[in-house]
Protein backbone atom coordinates (compact mmCIF):
# COMPACT_ATOMS: atom_id res chain seq x y z
CA UNK A 1 0.00 0.00 0.00
CA UNK A 2 1.50 3.44 -0.57
CA UNK A 3 2.44 5.87 1.72
CA UNK A 4 -0.89 8.12 0.52
CA UNK A 5 -3.14 5.22 0.44
CA UNK A 6 -2.39 4.97 4.07
CA UNK A 7 -2.23 8.29 5.18
CA UNK A 8 -6.06 9.00 3.58
CA UNK A 9 -6.81 5.91 4.64
CA UNK A 10 -5.65 6.64 8.37
CA UNK A 11 -7.64 10.18 8.08
CA UNK A 12 -10.72 9.15 6.97
CA UNK A 13 -10.56 6.56 9.79
CA UNK A 14 -10.18 8.69 12.67
CA UNK A 15 -12.92 11.17 11.21
CA UNK A 16 -15.22 7.66 11.26
CA UNK A 17 -14.13 7.46 15.19
CA UNK A 18 -14.70 10.40 15.64
CA UNK A 19 -18.64 10.06 14.61
CA UNK A 20 -17.55 13.15 12.00
CA UNK A 21 -17.45 10.93 8.87
CA UNK A 22 -19.19 12.72 5.37
CA UNK A 23 -20.50 10.24 3.37
CA UNK A 24 -22.46 11.53 0.11
CA UNK A 25 -26.09 10.01 0.25
CA UNK A 26 -27.54 7.74 -1.73
CA UNK A 27 -29.44 9.14 -4.55
CA UNK A 28 -33.23 9.88 -3.89
CA UNK A 29 -35.33 10.89 -7.01
CA UNK A 30 -37.11 14.51 -7.19
CA UNK A 31 -40.32 12.59 -9.53
CA UNK A 32 -41.00 9.79 -6.64
CA UNK A 33 -40.51 11.27 -3.61
CA UNK A 34 -42.12 8.78 -1.91
CA UNK A 35 -43.52 9.45 1.49
CA UNK A 36 -40.74 11.26 2.39
CA UNK A 37 -40.59 14.36 4.37
CA UNK A 38 -37.54 15.98 3.65
CA UNK A 39 -36.72 19.11 6.17
CA UNK A 40 -32.86 19.03 5.06
CA UNK A 41 -33.24 21.98 2.04
CA UNK A 42 -32.14 25.32 1.88
CA UNK A 43 -34.30 25.81 -1.10
CA UNK A 44 -36.42 27.88 1.39
CA UNK A 45 -39.26 29.05 -1.25
CA UNK A 46 -39.67 25.62 -2.87
CA UNK A 47 -38.85 27.28 -6.21
CA UNK A 48 -37.09 24.05 -7.73
CA UNK A 49 -40.32 23.00 -8.07
CA UNK A 50 -42.33 26.41 -8.82
CA UNK A 51 -44.18 26.13 -12.44
CA UNK A 52 -44.16 29.77 -12.80
CA UNK A 53 -40.05 30.07 -12.35
CA UNK A 54 -39.99 27.09 -15.28
CA UNK A 55 -42.51 28.68 -17.38
CA UNK A 56 -40.73 32.17 -17.11
CA UNK A 57 -37.21 29.94 -17.29
CA UNK A 58 -38.38 27.94 -20.47
CA UNK A 59 -39.71 31.31 -22.16
CA UNK A 60 -36.43 32.71 -21.61
CA UNK A 61 -34.42 29.95 -22.85
CA UNK A 62 -36.45 30.24 -26.48
CA UNK A 63 -35.00 33.34 -27.39
CA UNK A 64 -31.62 33.95 -25.44
CA UNK A 65 -28.35 34.21 -27.95
CA UNK A 66 -26.72 31.41 -25.96
CA UNK A 67 -27.20 29.24 -22.94
CA UNK A 68 -24.13 26.94 -22.79
CA UNK A 69 -20.81 27.76 -21.12
CA UNK A 70 -19.59 31.58 -20.70
CA UNK A 71 -16.33 31.48 -22.97
CA UNK A 72 -13.88 32.08 -19.80
CA UNK A 73 -13.02 34.01 -16.99
CA UNK A 74 -15.36 37.81 -15.78
CA UNK A 75 -11.93 39.09 -16.57
CA UNK A 76 -12.16 37.69 -20.30
CA UNK A 77 -15.49 38.01 -20.77
CA UNK A 78 -18.66 40.22 -20.38
CA UNK A 79 -21.58 39.06 -21.96
CA UNK A 80 -24.78 41.39 -21.80
CA UNK A 81 -26.65 38.93 -20.01
CA UNK A 82 -24.01 38.58 -16.62
CA UNK A 83 -23.71 42.50 -17.24
CA UNK A 84 -27.28 43.36 -17.05
CA UNK A 85 -27.62 41.41 -14.08
CA UNK A 86 -25.05 42.86 -12.32
CA UNK A 87 -26.97 46.43 -13.18
CA UNK A 88 -30.58 44.65 -12.11
CA UNK A 89 -29.39 43.45 -8.70
CA UNK A 90 -27.36 46.69 -8.06
CA UNK A 91 -30.82 48.34 -8.23
CA UNK A 92 -32.63 45.71 -6.56
CA UNK A 93 -30.43 45.58 -3.54
CA UNK A 94 -29.62 49.34 -3.02
CA UNK A 95 -25.96 48.95 -3.76
CA UNK A 96 -23.33 51.17 -5.38
CA UNK A 97 -21.80 47.60 -7.62
CA UNK A 98 -22.58 44.46 -8.04
CA UNK A 99 -20.30 41.53 -8.53
CA UNK A 100 -21.45 37.98 -9.59
CA UNK A 101 -19.49 34.92 -8.46
CA UNK A 102 -19.54 31.40 -9.57
CA UNK A 103 -20.85 30.75 -5.54
CA UNK A 104 -21.01 31.84 -2.36
CA UNK A 105 -17.98 30.26 -1.16
CA UNK A 106 -15.83 31.87 -3.65
CA UNK A 107 -16.92 35.14 -3.05
CA UNK A 108 -16.45 34.99 0.44
CA UNK A 109 -12.88 33.43 0.00
CA UNK A 110 -11.79 35.93 -2.68
CA UNK A 111 -13.08 39.14 0.00
CA UNK A 112 -11.73 37.88 3.25
CA UNK A 113 -8.35 36.73 1.93
CA UNK A 114 -7.60 39.55 -0.50
CA UNK A 115 -9.90 43.36 0.84
CA UNK A 116 -8.35 43.27 4.07
CA UNK A 117 -5.02 44.56 4.13
CA UNK A 118 -1.70 43.48 5.77
CA UNK A 119 -2.19 44.12 9.60
CA UNK A 120 -5.70 44.63 9.68
CA UNK A 121 -7.97 42.99 11.94
CA UNK A 122 -11.05 40.82 11.13
CA UNK A 123 -13.26 41.07 14.27
CA UNK A 124 -15.70 38.00 13.49
CA UNK A 125 -18.23 36.35 14.95
CA UNK A 126 -17.85 32.53 16.04
CA UNK A 127 -20.53 31.32 13.93
CA UNK A 128 -19.35 33.00 10.55
CA UNK A 129 -19.45 30.44 7.76
CA UNK A 130 -16.55 28.46 6.76
CA UNK A 131 -16.06 29.74 3.89
CA UNK A 132 -15.12 33.09 5.20
CA UNK A 133 -12.59 31.15 8.01
CA UNK A 134 -10.80 29.87 4.73
CA UNK A 135 -10.38 33.25 3.43
CA UNK A 136 -9.37 34.70 6.43
CA UNK A 137 -6.98 31.71 7.04
CA UNK A 138 -4.95 32.73 4.17
CA UNK A 139 -5.00 36.33 4.89
CA UNK A 140 -2.16 38.26 6.30
CA UNK A 141 -4.44 39.70 9.02
CA UNK A 142 -5.48 39.37 12.85
CA UNK A 143 -8.42 37.67 13.81
CA UNK A 144 -10.83 38.49 16.85
CA UNK A 145 -13.83 36.09 17.22
CA UNK A 146 -16.77 37.04 19.77
CA UNK A 147 -19.54 34.93 21.14
CA UNK A 148 -21.99 33.66 18.91
CA UNK A 149 -24.47 36.88 18.44
CA UNK A 150 -23.33 38.19 22.02
CA UNK A 151 -23.85 42.44 21.40
CA UNK A 152 -21.78 42.83 24.01
CA UNK A 153 -19.46 40.60 24.01
CA UNK A 154 -18.63 41.86 20.21
CA UNK A 155 -18.28 45.40 22.08
CA UNK A 156 -16.14 44.56 24.33
CA UNK A 157 -14.10 43.04 21.96
CA UNK A 158 -14.34 46.01 19.56
CA UNK A 159 -13.34 48.60 22.16
CA UNK A 160 -10.43 46.81 23.30
CA UNK A 161 -9.14 47.17 20.03
CA UNK A 162 -10.05 50.55 20.03
CA UNK A 163 -8.19 51.19 22.92
CA UNK A 164 -5.00 49.01 22.81
CA UNK A 165 -4.59 48.66 19.41
CA UNK A 166 -2.06 51.98 18.24
CA UNK A 167 -3.27 51.35 14.37
CA UNK A 168 -7.10 50.89 15.53
CA UNK A 169 -7.01 53.91 17.39
CA UNK A 170 -5.08 56.15 14.91
CA UNK A 171 -7.11 54.81 11.96
CA UNK A 172 -4.71 53.54 10.32
CA UNK A 173 -5.55 50.07 10.60
CA UNK A 174 -9.30 48.34 9.77
CA UNK A 175 -11.70 46.56 11.34
CA UNK A 176 -13.55 44.24 9.11
CA UNK A 177 -17.08 43.25 10.90
CA UNK A 178 -17.58 39.59 9.77
CA UNK A 179 -20.96 38.58 10.24
CA UNK A 180 -24.10 36.92 8.91
CA UNK A 181 -27.31 38.44 8.92
CA UNK A 182 -28.97 34.77 9.40
CA UNK A 183 -26.37 32.49 11.09
CA UNK A 184 -27.04 28.88 9.00
CA UNK A 185 -26.58 26.78 12.09
CA UNK A 186 -28.44 28.83 14.84
CA UNK A 187 -30.98 30.52 12.35
CA UNK A 188 -29.96 33.62 14.82
CA UNK A 189 -30.21 37.03 13.33
CA UNK A 190 -27.47 39.28 14.13
CA UNK A 191 -28.59 42.95 15.74
CA UNK A 192 -26.77 44.75 12.73
CA UNK A 193 -28.81 48.19 13.64
CA UNK A 194 -26.58 48.16 17.10
CA UNK A 195 -23.54 46.99 15.22
CA UNK A 196 -23.68 49.69 12.96
CA UNK A 197 -23.92 52.13 15.63
CA UNK A 198 -21.21 50.55 17.36
CA UNK A 199 -18.81 50.43 15.49
CA UNK A 200 -19.43 54.31 13.74
CA UNK A 201 -19.16 55.28 17.36
CA UNK A 202 -15.98 52.95 18.65
CA UNK A 203 -14.03 54.04 15.16
CA UNK A 204 -15.17 57.71 14.73
CA UNK A 205 -12.00 57.74 11.94
CA UNK A 206 -14.19 55.26 9.66
CA UNK A 207 -11.68 52.49 9.83
CA UNK A 208 -14.49 50.09 10.91
CA UNK A 209 -16.67 48.17 7.76
CA UNK A 210 -19.43 46.20 7.85
CA UNK A 211 -19.48 43.13 5.92
CA UNK A 212 -22.84 40.96 5.88
CA UNK A 213 -23.02 37.76 4.69
CA UNK A 214 -26.84 37.66 3.68
CA UNK A 215 -27.40 33.60 2.24
CA UNK A 216 -29.55 32.32 4.22
CA UNK A 217 -31.69 35.76 4.46
CA UNK A 218 -32.09 36.76 1.13
CA UNK A 219 -35.33 36.32 -0.70
CA UNK A 220 -37.04 35.59 2.49
CA UNK A 221 -36.72 39.04 4.70
CA UNK A 222 -37.01 42.69 4.05
CA UNK A 223 -39.22 43.80 1.08
CA UNK A 224 -39.59 40.69 -1.98
CA UNK A 225 -36.64 39.59 -0.02
CA UNK A 226 -33.82 41.90 -0.53
CA UNK A 227 -32.24 40.57 2.98
CA UNK A 228 -32.01 41.84 6.59
CA UNK A 229 -29.65 44.83 5.91
CA UNK A 230 -32.14 46.02 3.47
CA UNK A 231 -34.88 45.71 6.60
CA UNK A 232 -32.64 47.83 8.81
CA UNK A 233 -31.80 50.48 5.76
CA UNK A 234 -28.47 50.51 6.34
CA UNK A 235 -27.41 49.23 2.88
CA UNK A 236 -25.13 52.15 3.09
CA UNK A 237 -23.19 51.60 6.23
CA UNK A 238 -22.39 47.93 4.56
CA UNK A 239 -18.69 47.63 2.55
CA UNK A 240 -19.89 44.67 1.49
CA UNK A 241 -22.68 42.07 1.66
CA UNK A 242 -22.91 38.95 -0.25
CA UNK A 243 -26.66 37.31 -1.27
CA UNK A 244 -26.39 33.70 -2.58
CA UNK A 245 -28.33 32.16 -5.30
CA UNK A 246 -28.01 28.44 -3.64
CA UNK A 247 -30.44 28.81 -1.11
CA UNK A 248 -34.14 30.41 -1.29
CA UNK A 249 -33.43 31.47 -4.87
CA UNK A 250 -33.57 27.63 -6.12
CA UNK A 251 -30.18 28.45 -8.54
CA UNK A 252 -26.47 28.38 -7.85
CA UNK A 253 -23.82 31.63 -7.45
CA UNK A 254 -23.98 34.21 -5.88
CA UNK A 255 -23.11 38.53 -5.81
CA UNK A 256 -20.90 40.69 -3.96
CA UNK A 257 -22.99 44.26 -3.54
CA UNK A 258 -19.84 46.66 -2.78
CA UNK A 259 -18.07 50.32 -3.70
CA UNK A 260 -16.51 50.55 -7.35
CA UNK A 261 -13.13 50.59 -5.90
CA UNK A 262 -13.72 47.14 -3.56
CA UNK A 263 -15.06 46.16 -6.99
CA UNK A 264 -12.34 46.43 -9.10
CA UNK A 265 -9.46 45.66 -6.70
CA UNK A 266 -11.42 42.10 -6.60
CA UNK A 267 -11.71 42.56 -10.23
CA UNK A 268 -7.47 42.57 -10.09
CA UNK A 269 -7.05 40.42 -6.71
CA UNK A 270 -9.46 38.43 -6.41
CA UNK A 271 -8.16 34.91 -7.02
CA UNK A 272 -11.03 32.58 -6.78
CA UNK A 273 -13.81 35.25 -8.79
CA UNK A 274 -11.45 35.24 -11.82
CA UNK A 275 -9.26 32.14 -12.11
CA UNK A 276 -12.62 30.30 -12.92
CA UNK A 277 -15.45 30.17 -15.41
CA UNK A 278 -17.85 32.80 -15.28
CA UNK A 279 -21.34 31.56 -15.06
CA UNK A 280 -22.71 29.82 -18.06
CA UNK A 281 -25.43 32.21 -19.67
CA UNK A 282 -27.95 29.08 -18.63
CA UNK A 283 -27.58 30.04 -14.55
CA UNK A 284 -27.06 33.58 -15.60
CA UNK A 285 -31.00 33.63 -16.98
CA UNK A 286 -32.02 30.86 -14.01
CA UNK A 287 -31.16 33.46 -11.47
CA UNK A 288 -32.76 36.36 -13.84
CA UNK A 289 -35.98 34.37 -13.47
CA UNK A 290 -35.89 33.83 -10.04
CA UNK A 291 -35.50 37.36 -9.06
CA UNK A 292 -38.57 38.36 -11.75
CA UNK A 293 -40.29 35.96 -9.60
CA UNK A 294 -38.71 37.37 -6.22
CA UNK A 295 -40.19 40.79 -7.85
CA UNK A 296 -43.60 39.44 -8.47
CA UNK A 297 -47.07 38.53 -6.51
CA UNK A 298 -45.99 34.52 -6.44
CA UNK A 299 -42.75 35.86 -4.53
CA UNK A 300 -44.43 37.32 -1.86
CA UNK A 301 -46.92 34.92 -1.44
CA UNK A 302 -44.35 32.06 -0.95
CA UNK A 303 -42.01 34.49 1.72
CA UNK A 304 -45.21 34.91 4.06
CA UNK A 305 -46.18 31.06 3.22
CA UNK A 306 -42.63 30.41 4.22
CA UNK A 307 -42.77 32.44 7.39
CA UNK A 308 -46.11 31.14 8.64
CA UNK A 309 -44.64 27.54 8.25
CA UNK A 310 -41.96 28.71 10.27
CA UNK A 311 -43.94 30.52 12.87
CA UNK A 312 -46.07 27.31 12.86
CA UNK A 313 -43.38 24.67 13.56
CA UNK A 314 -41.46 27.14 16.24
CA UNK A 315 -44.50 27.67 18.07
CA UNK A 316 -45.74 24.20 18.07
CA UNK A 317 -41.98 22.72 19.06
CA UNK A 318 -42.11 25.35 22.15
CA UNK A 319 -45.56 24.09 23.10
CA UNK A 320 -45.08 20.82 22.61
CA UNK A 321 -41.37 20.25 23.96
CA UNK A 322 -42.18 22.24 27.58
CA UNK A 323 -42.65 19.69 29.51
CA UNK A 324 -39.59 18.00 28.31
CA UNK A 325 -35.80 18.28 29.77
CA UNK A 326 -33.90 20.41 27.98
CA UNK A 327 -30.48 18.21 28.61
CA UNK A 328 -32.70 16.27 26.23
CA UNK A 329 -33.83 18.46 23.72
CA UNK A 330 -34.41 22.37 23.31
CA UNK A 331 -33.95 25.03 20.94
CA UNK A 332 -31.17 27.79 21.15
CA UNK A 333 -31.82 30.34 23.71
CA UNK A 334 -33.28 33.17 20.98
CA UNK A 335 -36.41 30.43 19.80
CA UNK A 336 -37.53 31.05 23.62
CA UNK A 337 -37.95 35.31 23.28
CA UNK A 338 -41.29 36.57 21.90
CA UNK A 339 -41.52 36.06 17.93
CA UNK A 340 -41.38 39.07 15.97
CA UNK A 341 -41.84 40.68 12.50
CA UNK A 342 -39.79 43.68 13.40
CA UNK A 343 -36.07 43.55 13.29
CA UNK A 344 -35.97 47.09 14.71
CA UNK A 345 -36.44 44.82 18.10
CA UNK A 346 -33.80 42.16 18.05
CA UNK A 347 -32.19 41.17 20.18
CA UNK A 348 -35.37 41.05 22.46
CA UNK A 349 -37.35 39.20 20.06
CA UNK A 350 -36.77 36.88 17.49
CA UNK A 351 -38.07 37.00 13.79
CA UNK A 352 -39.68 33.51 12.68
CA UNK A 353 -36.28 31.57 10.72
CA UNK A 354 -36.35 28.51 8.69
CA UNK A 355 -33.48 27.22 10.25
CA UNK A 356 -34.82 25.00 13.36
CA UNK A 357 -31.72 23.49 14.89
CA UNK A 358 -33.44 20.85 17.79
CA UNK A 359 -30.22 20.97 20.28
CA UNK A 360 -29.72 17.57 21.82
CA UNK A 361 -26.76 15.50 23.01
CA UNK A 362 -28.54 12.61 21.09
CA UNK A 363 -28.71 14.29 17.52
CA UNK A 364 -28.04 10.89 15.51
CA UNK A 365 -30.45 8.68 17.35
CA UNK A 366 -33.05 11.59 16.72
CA UNK A 367 -32.04 11.53 13.05
CA UNK A 368 -32.37 7.88 13.25
CA UNK A 369 -35.87 7.86 14.85
CA UNK A 370 -36.95 10.52 12.17
CA UNK A 371 -35.62 8.58 8.90
CA UNK A 372 -37.23 5.43 10.33
CA UNK A 373 -40.53 7.62 10.28
CA UNK A 374 -40.04 8.84 6.92
CA UNK A 375 -38.80 11.91 7.93
CA UNK A 376 -35.10 13.28 7.01
CA UNK A 377 -33.61 15.82 9.00
CA UNK A 378 -29.58 16.11 9.50
CA UNK A 379 -27.73 15.38 12.42
CA UNK A 380 -25.24 18.20 13.18
CA UNK A 381 -22.20 17.75 15.29
CA UNK A 382 -18.80 18.88 16.26
CA UNK A 383 -16.39 20.18 14.51
CA UNK A 384 -19.33 21.53 12.23
CA UNK A 385 -20.52 22.76 15.68
CA UNK A 386 -19.51 23.18 19.11
CA UNK A 387 -19.12 20.02 21.00
CA UNK A 388 -21.67 20.73 23.36
CA UNK A 389 -24.12 22.07 20.83
CA UNK A 390 -24.64 18.82 18.74
CA UNK A 391 -28.23 18.87 17.09
CA UNK A 392 -30.44 17.82 14.06
CA UNK A 393 -31.27 20.74 11.76
CA UNK A 394 -34.61 21.31 10.05
CA UNK A 395 -35.41 23.38 7.14
CA UNK A 396 -38.75 24.67 6.34
CA UNK A 397 -39.86 25.57 3.02
CA UNK A 398 -42.88 27.32 1.70
CA UNK A 399 -44.33 23.89 0.41
CA UNK A 400 -44.57 22.12 3.61
CA UNK A 401 -48.39 21.74 4.56
CA UNK A 402 -49.44 22.09 8.36
CA UNK A 403 -50.06 18.64 8.34
CA UNK A 404 -45.98 17.98 7.38
CA UNK A 405 -44.98 20.05 10.34
CA UNK A 406 -47.53 18.59 12.83
CA UNK A 407 -45.76 14.98 11.61
CA UNK A 408 -42.65 16.34 12.42
CA UNK A 409 -43.39 17.70 15.47
CA UNK A 410 -45.52 14.95 16.54
CA UNK A 411 -42.17 12.13 15.58
CA UNK A 412 -39.93 14.69 17.73
CA UNK A 413 -41.79 14.77 20.26
CA UNK A 414 -42.83 10.67 20.67
CA UNK A 415 -38.67 10.65 20.76
CA UNK A 416 -38.10 13.22 23.08
CA UNK A 417 -40.53 11.44 25.85
CA UNK A 418 -39.23 7.96 25.32
CA UNK A 419 -35.46 9.55 25.95
CA UNK A 420 -36.80 11.98 28.83
CA UNK A 421 -38.05 8.90 30.90
CA UNK A 422 -34.65 6.47 29.98
CA UNK A 423 -34.08 3.49 31.76
CA UNK A 424 -31.56 4.07 34.64
CA UNK A 425 -28.57 2.41 32.21
CA UNK A 426 -29.74 4.27 29.28
CA UNK A 427 -29.55 7.54 31.25
CA UNK A 428 -25.92 6.71 32.24
CA UNK A 429 -24.99 6.59 28.64
CA UNK A 430 -26.58 9.75 27.59
CA UNK A 431 -25.28 12.23 29.51
CA UNK A 432 -21.90 11.91 28.30
CA UNK A 433 -21.94 13.75 25.71
CA UNK A 434 -22.44 13.41 21.90
CA UNK A 435 -23.88 10.07 20.06
CA UNK A 436 -21.89 7.67 18.22
CA UNK A 437 -20.90 8.00 15.07
CA UNK A 438 -23.80 6.85 12.25
CA UNK A 439 -23.52 9.31 9.23
C1 LIG B 1 -23.70 31.63 5.40
C2 LIG B 1 -23.21 31.05 4.12
N1 LIG B 1 -22.35 31.77 3.37
C3 LIG B 1 -21.87 31.30 2.21
C4 LIG B 1 -22.24 30.06 1.74
C5 LIG B 1 -21.67 29.57 0.46
O1 LIG B 1 -22.58 29.79 -0.57
P1 LIG B 1 -22.58 28.87 -1.88
O2 LIG B 1 -23.39 27.67 -1.55
O3 LIG B 1 -23.17 29.73 -2.94
O4 LIG B 1 -21.14 28.53 -2.16
C6 LIG B 1 -23.15 29.29 2.46
C7 LIG B 1 -23.57 27.97 1.95
O5 LIG B 1 -23.53 26.97 2.57
C8 LIG B 1 -23.64 29.79 3.69
O6 LIG B 1 -24.47 29.07 4.44
Not at 7 to 36: H, M, V
Not at 397 to 403: C, G, I, P
Request: glycine share 6%; hydrophobic share 45%.
Amino acid sequence: MSALTLKLTAALESRDRKGILFKIPPPSSLANNGNTLNFTLNEYLSLSKSPELRRLFLDRLQTAPALFGSGGSRVAVNWDAHAALETRLARFFNAPTALLAGSGYDANVAFFRHVPQRGDIILHDEYIHASIYDGMRSAHVRRVSFTHNDFEAFLRALRKLAEEDHGVMKGTTSVFLAVESVYSMDGSIAPLNLMVKALEEVLPKGNGHLVVDEAHATGIYGLQGRGIVSMFGIENKCLARLHTFGKALSCSGAVLLTTPLVREYLVNHGRALFFTTAPTHTTVISIDCAFSILESDTGTQLATRLIQNCTYLIESLLVSLADISRDVICLPPHFYRPLSKNVETIPTTTLPTAIIPLLTPHAFELAEHLANSGIKAFAVVFPVVPKDKARVRATVNADKTREDIDRLVSVVVEWAKAMDTPSPKDKAISCVGPARARL
